[in-house]
């Protein structure tokens, strides 16, 4: 990983903007210089600011920062999605292996992140426990990382089955409060909510009641009304779960029947039949009270 200061520099060198253009009403010019040297800090709202004056995302600020290729992260998940839906393991084999290699030549960490992404969801489709060495070279990663970018909610959403459930919700809130600056990026919210629709459904089957309703008011809190409807539902469904964890059978039952009917009507006969089936085991685990 690079000094910010040093990307910066490249970043506006590429723009054809001096250091005085970019740091006139924000920063002296040599405070920006010895920043950009990798002499000193600086302050995330300074940063974001010079950012928006060269009309860089903070996304891609830090795909440049951390030598990241946008066509090699878009490539390998495409394939790695792909090679999971079939539980290609000889693929995904495959991929690992590939990937290990450019890790061993070129020595870029995403490399490594990647080979051990493939690992981990072949170990899951195996119905192996996770290599305990992967999972900390993974989080070790996330907790040193000061602000979450896409790409490191798209490598922990892909592998955040792999944690103990302690670990995990520790990551899930560092994921969600971290990358609180990234809402108006639509696709950061939507991995931002689906690590939270994982981390509920993994608490809920440790019956870890409060901790499930927490993330449930920071779901519902993070959804558009009017664009996240698909996420509704299954907030929804969600909802009945976690009211039938509760004791409230009745009622919850018929919150979750009616998300498994909103997705019939819609024509998406998989989930609908996905979260039945979800449903009738959760019915048949639980120990029948009163609402």
Known sequence: MNHPGVTLRYIRKSKKMTLSELAQGEVSVA?????????????????????????????????????????????????????VMEDNLHMLQVLRD????????????????????????????????????????????????????????????????SFPVDQMVALSRMAYEKSMDYNPLGRGDVKKQKILLNTIVALLENNRLPEANTFLILL???????????????????????AIKLGNRQRGEKIALQAIQIFTELDSASQASTHAKYLQDVLDSTILKND
């Open 98 to 161: 590939r990937t290990n290699r450019k890790y061993l030549i070129e020595g870029k960490n995403y490399y490594l992140h990647f080979s051990i992404v493939a690992e981990l969801y072949i170990r899951r489709i195996s119905k192996k426990k996770p290599d305990p060495k992967m999972v900390k070279i993974l989080s070790e990663y996330f907790s040193n990382v000061d602000v979450w970018g896409y790409y490191e909610l798209v490598i922990y959403t892909n592998s955040m089955f």
């Open 220 to 242: 519902d809190e993070s959804l558009d009304k009017e664009k996240d409807s698909y996420m509704k539902i299954k907030l929804m469904f969600l909802k009945g779960i976690y």
């Open 31 to 83: 405070f920006l210089s010895r920043f950009e040297r990798g002499d000193c800090d600086i302050s995330f709202t300074h940063l974001l600011n010079l950012l928006n004056k060269l009309n860089v995302s903070m996304d891609e600020f830090l795909y440049v920062n951390n030598d990241y290729e946008v066509t090699h992260f878009q490539k390998f998940f495409d394939d790695l999605k792909g090679y």
